[in-house]
């Protein structure tokens, strides 16, 4: 019981991290149509800013989450502004493409500077110890990981789905021509669309940080799973990307429980299973 | 959506097949005289794999605008494959060969079932994702050794006669290997098959609607393709001597994507030049340690932003010839 409740909250964490990162990649998709190749990279510049901040500049856990997100989201936009401006009209497969190299471009220079091994970050005075539940042990932190995560993933659902500003970004996504038409700003749009889903993955970077150590590798293999998430999830709605990813986590953290052999391949399992039976994904509208 | 590749050099066949004719007798003619030349042999070899390799994963996405990001897997499987053969079950090259290349063969059918279900970007995460859910299987399973590898694979003698561990011979067998697999992927592309995969690369809607079964098209070109790529894998196993999973890991399918577009999307020779400058690149770069990789990203941001028809592509284009 024990052990399985702990695989269970591991599987929870790692849920978190695919649902914030397989939005992002949701949001990206939705206005770029491209596939953010570089997101796992991202994500770990997001765990490198934080650490940046707390040890060279002495900003600690709780600035750091507000301010490493902005930072690496300015960051994309700049990328967004300087090459991926230049992909419109043309295949997608050229987005793969240049975000991938964006991503070993990224990858190489932090590992030159790091090498591979991993960089210690603080769990926050205010997130340590832990709660007993009675029938396990809960450490704070991975509690307000799941509970942070859970806020932004609804918080970004509800931007999107539910305010004025979310139908426009709908509407470019669908006629960006009309909508331009009604005076609203489509590049602009999409270069801030770019930031949001970066910072997304910063914030994940930061979240993830003190639990995983900081690694300039942390987010190359992770991305790998994120991608079949979304695979099986098919990003067809927002909402599907975040019960996916939690749901996926889950599932990971019960087949360690079970059968520990498979724990890291059973998303590609699931994966191909779903294509088998349903080639759209869970949430995914037929293109 | 616009076009993958450029077609403009395509407009006078004839004259067409009398370039590439030219630029292969020429591309024959130069590695035949290799071992004659102060040239390391072993560089080469492995460059006629990459080459073979980039050639078969070209054929996929060069011709049918598939972009499959995980065809180190064939590589892979088929490496793995050909070194048990000869190494625990002592079999001679050729049937070692021949193993590699028919589990590359079942491999690329299971998953192209499965790829082929999907396209664009979602065909290539998928790939992508079949290729890891491969290298987990592999770091995993007994017979890879795992972190290991298979390593000092014995070459033995081709047929009973042709001596692998003599690298004169040893360079002839992978020359001839290679040749035939071009040869096969040339007279794929230059096949009514080959054709419909264009149009199908072009506007896969307007083959429909022409009757065609476009998804039998793209799954026969992916079953070629990988078994092609396996073929490329159970070479490079006998120039190598090992196989390890550096083969499978998704990076390597990263460098076959980047030498393909290095050299030329959907070119007969752009791969070929492709692959040797890459393996050039990473073998005399390999003192400056990761910034190969940070090199390796740039060369692909500045092909997909100012390059895209690659080496190959653009000298075609400026002389209107098709190479």
Known sequence: MQALSAQLLVGLINGSFYALLSLGLAVIFGMLNIINFAHGAVYMMGAFCAYFLLNVFGIGYWPALIVAPVLVGIFGMVMERTMLKWLTGLDHLYGLLLTFGLALIIQGVFQNYFGSSGLPYAIPDELQGGINLGFMFLPVYRGWVIVCSLVVCIATWYL???????????????????????????????????????????????????????????????????????????????????????????????????????????????????????????????? | MPALTDGTARTANGRAIGDEMIAFILMTALLAIVPMTGIYPFFVMQGLCFALLACAFNLLLGYGGLLSFGHAMFLGTSGYVSAHALKVWGLPPELGIVAGVVAAAVLS?????????????????????????????????????????????????????????????????????????????YRAINSPFGEVLKSIRENEQRAISLGYKTDQYKLLAYILSGTLAGFAGSLKVLVAQNASLTDVHWTMSGEIVLMTLVGGLGTVFGPVVGAFAIIAMQQYLAGFGQWVTVIQGAIFVVCVLTFRRGVVGEIAHYFKRSL
């Open chain 2, 109 to 185: 059918v299971v998953t192209g079932v499965v790829a082929i279900r999907r396209q664009g970007i979602y065909f290539a995460m998928i790939t992508l994702a079949l290729a890891q859910l491969l290298y987990f299987i592999y770091l995993q399973t007994p017979f890879t050794h795992g972190e290991d590898g298979i390593q000092g694979v014995p070459q033995g003698k081709m047929f009973g006669v042709l001596d692998l561990s003599h690298p004169d011979t040893l360079y002839y067998v992978v020359l001839g290997g290679f040749l035939f697999g071009f040869l096969v992927i």
């Open chain 1, 160 to 287: 999107i789905e539910r305010t004025r500003l979310g139908a426009y970004l709908r509407a470019a996504t669908e006629n960006p021509t009309l909508v331009r038409a009604f005076g609203i700003n489509v590049p602009r749009m999409i270069t801030l669309t770019y930031g949001l889903g970066v910072g997304l993955a910063a914030l994940a970077g930061v979240l993830s940080a003190p639990i995983n150590q900081v690694r300039p590798l942390m987010g190359a293999d992770l991305i790998i799973v994120v991608f079949a998430v979304v695979v099986i999830g098919g990003m067809g709605s927002i909402m599907g990307s975040i019960i996916t990813g939690f749901a996926l986590g889950i599932i990971e953290g019960l087949t360690k429980y079970f059968y520990p052999e498979a724990s890291n391949s059973v998303v590609f399992v699931l994966m191909v299973l779903v294509l088998l039976v349903k080639p759209t994904g869970l949430t995914g509208r037929a293109t």
